[in-house]
């Protein structure tokens, strides 16, 4: 079943989504060269702690840190370690969430580490990026769940990719409802799969967390011995973009970005529903 959200509730995620946005944006500052993905872990907590907010990864499912650090070509899940030290060249993509008054929030980015990258990766994170939201822009009212994995999709297949071939889309992991829980009903696949039909039809408190996830190669992905760690069968690296997103009677609301994702909406013509915390 699909929870359905009051205005009220929505507002409460939108405090949450705000203190994962003030993750995201202390941990970008944090990941250069040098330091490890434990060191952006505590920045992670510190964060959340100066909000008096909880981590809603750490210990979900046995998860043993606060956000999830998935270098190179790690696709997701990656665990911080001291061992694990950010070099120049390096991508990162970090995944975190909090809970505020029980509500959650839930996003991910991807950050270059220093300098020096090659254009094939900084087209892979662009295009991942924008297929993100080219997904949000397809929450709309009365379109149904498949219209945004289609959306994810095309804008990813018309993309030139650098020397020819095809991205990978992650095909074992997705986007997902959230609220009350991290990870909720529906499931959101990053393509169509004509199997599972339409999905349900998108109505005002319809919340989810949207999330490509792409490699320069392979489609496919492995689990570590650590049984966290995924990363690509053929070694390519990959990228991961996610933001919690709120469908209003007003239109929709990035619920995980600092201006609930007007500037980037505006380039699909789509005014965002007003911010409840404004």
Not at 22 to 36: D, E, K
Not at 63 to 91: M, Q, R
Not at 123 to 134: I, N, P
Not at 204 to 217: K, Q, R, T, Y
Request: hydrophobic fraction near 40%.
């Amino acid at each position: 079943m699909v929870q359905i959200k009051t205005p009220e509730q929505i507002a409460k995620m939108r405090a949450a989504g705000l203190v994962v946005a003030a993750i995201h944006a202390a941990t970008r500052q944090a990941a250069v060269p040098g330091a490890s993905t434990k060191d952006l872990d505590e920045v992670a907590r510190k964060v959340l702690a100066e909000h008096g907010a909880k981590s809603n990864f750490l210990g979900y499912g046995g998860f043993p840190a606060t956000i999830c650090t998935s270098v190179n070509d790690v696709v997701v899940h990656g665990i911080p370690s001291e061992d694990v030290v950010l070099k120049d060249g390096d991508i990162i993509s970090i995944d975190c969430g909090a809970i505020v008054d029980g509500w959650h929030g839930d996003a991910a980015y991807t950050a270059f580490v220093g300098s020096g990258h090659a254009p094939e990766l900084v087209e892979l994170s662009r295009v991942t990026e924008g297929s993100m939201w080219a997904g949000i822009a397809a929450m709309k009212l009365g379109n149904r769940l498949v219209d945004i994995s289609r959306a994810i999709e095309t804008y990813i297949r018309r993309q030139p990719k650098p020397g020819g071939g095809r991205y990978g889309i992650i095909e074992d992991y997705g986007g997902h409802g959230i609220g009350t829980e991290m990870h909720m009903d529906p499931h959101l696949l990053n393509y169509v799969e004509r199997r599972r039909g339409k999905g349900p039809k998108l109505v005002p408190g319809f919340c989810l967390a949207i999330e490509p996830m792409v490699s320069l190669g392979t489609p496919r992905t492995e689990v570590l011995e650590d049984d966290w760690t995924v990363i690509t069968t053929d070694g390519t690296w990959s990228s991961h973009w996610e933001h919690s997103v709120a469908l209003t009677e007003e239109g929709p609301l990035v619920l995980t970005a600092v201006d609930g994702g007007k500037a980037k909406l505006a380039e699909f013509g789509i005014t965002t529903a007003p911010d409840p915390l404004a």
